[in-house]
Nanobody, 125 residues
Framework: QGQLVESGGGLVQPGGSLRLSCAAS????????MSWFRQAPGKEREGVSC????????YYAESVKGRFTISKDGAKNTLYLQMNSLKPEDTAVYYC??????????????????WGQGTQVTVSA
């Protein structure tokens, strides 16, 4: 339990799309919270999106609302982040994070016990 492996990052042009995946060890449905964070060079890690394990409610940073969609597949034990209409300011290392307890606030890195190694997303022409 607790191992997370991200994939799906890469180089994409502005306006393009990418789908990130986060493969979890064990039963993904056991996690209370699963989230995506990102960290750009010289900046703090910030919360991008969260999906609640209790009711499936989803939460997004204002900067990605309407463009990004978080989802999970219990059968595949995988968390996803579909990213559309990408902008250069979305360039960052993206991390998935999880915890067996409620993460409140979901945007706080201190609320998560488990982290993946990150995947680079670069949006550039």
């Amino acid at each position: 339990q607790g191992q997370l492996v991200e994939s799906g990052g890469g180089l994409v042009q502005p306006g393009g799309s990418l789908r990130l995946s986060c493969a979890a060890s064990g039963n993904i449905l056991d996690y209370y919270s699963m989230s995506w964070f990102r960290q750009a060079p010289g900046k703090e890690r910030e919360g991008v999106s969260c999906i609640s394990g209790s009711d499936g409610a989803t939460y997004y940073a204002e900067s990605v609302k309407g463009r990004f969609t978080i989802s999970k597949d219990g059968a595949k034990n995988t968390l996803y982040l579909q990213m559309n209409s990408l902008k250069p300011e979305d360039t960052a290392v993206y991390y998935c994070a999880s915890d067996f307890f409620e993460s409140d606030p979901w945007t706080s890195t201190d609320e998560y016990a488990y982290w993946g190694q990150g995947t680079q997303v670069t949006v550039s022409a």
